[in-house]
T-cell receptor, first 113, second 114 residues
Framework: NAGVTQTPKFRVLKTGQSMTLLCAQD?????MYWYRQDPGMGLRLIHY???????AKGEVPDGYNVSRLKKQNFLLGLESAAPSQTSVYFC????????????FGPGTRLTVT | EDQVTQSPEALRLQEGESSSLNCSYT??????LFWYRQDPGKGPEFLFT???AGEEKEKERLKATLTKKESFLHITAPKPEDSATYLC???????????????FGQGTILTVHP
């Protein structure tokens, strides 16, 4: 049981490049989330999904897109990376939002130059 | 707008020196308050959920308590392995367009010296 996994762990992009971050969970959770963590800002929600085939915007969605084609996977895309998107990205999952308890992946450290 | 403020930003303790971390919050309707531990270079790890004022939860040297405006994470006789960033988050009551999102504080960096 691997829990929540994220790939890649590190990535350096140049401004304007695109990339996709992959999150996978093997706990059969319905809900999945993408956060970014920046110094002094705490964890902020980018997008979330309440089930396969559904996605919705969080607090800071601009510049990102997501897809949930399979229940176990949640993809975060950056179409045209900007230096302001330099951050650590965390994926999380939970059975239902009402329970609150979210399980986090190990994170992806992204640097945009 | 939900707000979560954690204090202090950083706390240095000697091994065995007990102390408390504070999490103050404002939320329209509290569904739950959560404590997470985050080690450097890793994702947050769930510790506790508190749902109502007066509730307490314990795990080894950690005890979390909740009032209507704040939560405390008490650390009794800490060890160096307790060093980490401790995050507090609140979840509002889900309803309408709300999905019961978590609002996180900025965390308290705890360092325990041997």
């Amino acid at each position: 049981n691997a829990g929540v996994t994220q790939t890649p762990k590190f990535r350096v992009l140049k401004t304007g490049q695109s990339m996709t971050l992959l999150c996978a969970q093997d706990m059969n959770h319905e809900y999945m989330y993408w956060y970014r963590q920046d110094p002094g800002m705490g964890l902020r929600l980018i997008h979330y999904s309440v089930g396969e085939g559904t996605t919705a915007k969080g607090e800071v969605p601009d510049g990102y897109n997501v897809s949930r084609l399979k229940k176990q996977n949640f993809l975060l895309g950056l179409e045209s990376a900007a230096p302001s998107q330099t951050s650590v990205y965390f994926c999380a999952s939970s059975t239902r939002p009402g329970l609150g308890e979210q399980y986090f992946g190990p994170g992806t450290r992204l640097t945009v130059t | 707008e939900d707000q979560v403020t954690q204090s202090p930003e950083a706390l240095r303790l000697q091994e065995g020196e007990s102390s408390s971390l504070n999490c103050s919050y404002t939320v329209s309707g509290l569904r739950g308050l959560f404590w997470y531990r985050q080690d450097p270079g890793k994702g947050p790890e769930f510790l506790f959920t508190l749902y109502s004022a007066g509730e307490e939860k314990e795990k080894e040297r950690l005890k979390a308590t909740l009032t209507k405006k704040e939560s405390f994470l008490h650390i009794t006789a800490p060890k160096p392995e307790d060093s980490a960033t401790y995050l507090c988050a609140v979840q509002e009551v889900a309803g309408g367009t709300s999905y019961g999102k978590l609002t996180f504080g900025q965390g308290t960096i705890l360092t325990v010296h041997p």
